[in-house]
């Protein structure tokens, strides 16, 4: 079984402008959650979906964030325009159902740095 | 307000010997209390769970022990290797039909297991 895939794996832009990340999850899984980790702190929540329906988009810090998700499958995060507050690792997970006792599965995160 | 703490940011112990990692919360709506790994450049792996119904759960060499009173949860990890090293992340859910599935992480701890 394929993990949860993440592109790009890092991504340097200049204040301003636009970067595009995207999330495959593990096939099959109806749940998609975007999280962030800036400077070594804690991995903060940012939105959830539930198949191409946004569960929860609490998180999600302003206006200049735009997450979708065609279809019930891979999911996009549109950081446009870019601020240098942006930069930290930003992390995909999918699940079958509600974590619960098992969490869910990680990708290996994009880490994003705004010049 | 941070809903998760982890107020050690690093640990170093001997391998063979027991780490003790420490986590505590202030949501007494958490139902479940989970502890993920983090390698480098990798994102978080899943490694063991405990129900807030719990006071213990053990799995190989890592328990996981919860003081609802104390709002304080801990990992231990015995005998400690080498191939500990990594950051460890206490994370919780919160119950109830609003919740849909979001991890409150703390800030994580740097484990260091010296040969």
């Known amino acids: 079984e394929a993990g949860v895939t993440q592109f790009p794996s890092h991504s340097v832009i200049e204040k301003g402008q636009t970067v595009t990340l995207r999330c495959d999850p593990i096939s099959g899984h109806d749940n998609l959650y975007w999280y962030r980790r800036v400077m070594g702190k804690e991995i903060k929540f940012l939105l959830h979906f539930v198949k191409e329906s946004k569960q929860d988009e609490s998180g999600m810090p302003n206006n200049r964030f735009l997450a979708e998700r065609t279809g019930g499958t891979y999911s996009t995060l549109k950081v446009q325009p870019a601020e240098l507050e942006d930069s930290g690792v930003y992390f995909c997970?999918?699940?079958?159902?509600?974590?619960?006792?098992?969490?869910?599965?990680f990708g290996s995160g994009t880490r994003l740095t705004v010049v | 307000d941070q809903q998760v703490k982890q107020n050690s940011p690093s640990l170093s112990v001997q391998e063979g010997r027991i780490s003790i990692l420490n986590c505590d919360y202030t949501?007494?709506?958490?139902?479940?209390f989970l502890w993920y790994k983090k390698y480098p450049a990798e994102g978080p792996t899943f490694l063991i769970s405990?129900?807030?119904?719990?006071d213990k759960n053990e799995d190989g060499r890592f328990t996981v022990f919860l003081n609802k009173s104390a709002k304080h949860l801990s990992l231990h990890i015995v005998p400690s290797q080498p191939g500990d090293s990594a950051v460890y992340f206490c994370a919780a859910s919160a119950r109830g039909s609003s919740n849909t599935g979001k991890l409150i992480f703390g800030q994580g701890t740097t484990l260091q297991v010296k040969p």
């Open positions: 997970a999918s699940s079958l159902s509600r974590p619960g006792r098992r969490g869910y599965t």
């Open positions: 405990i129900s807030s119904i719990k």
């Open positions: 949501n007494s709506m958490f139902d479940y």
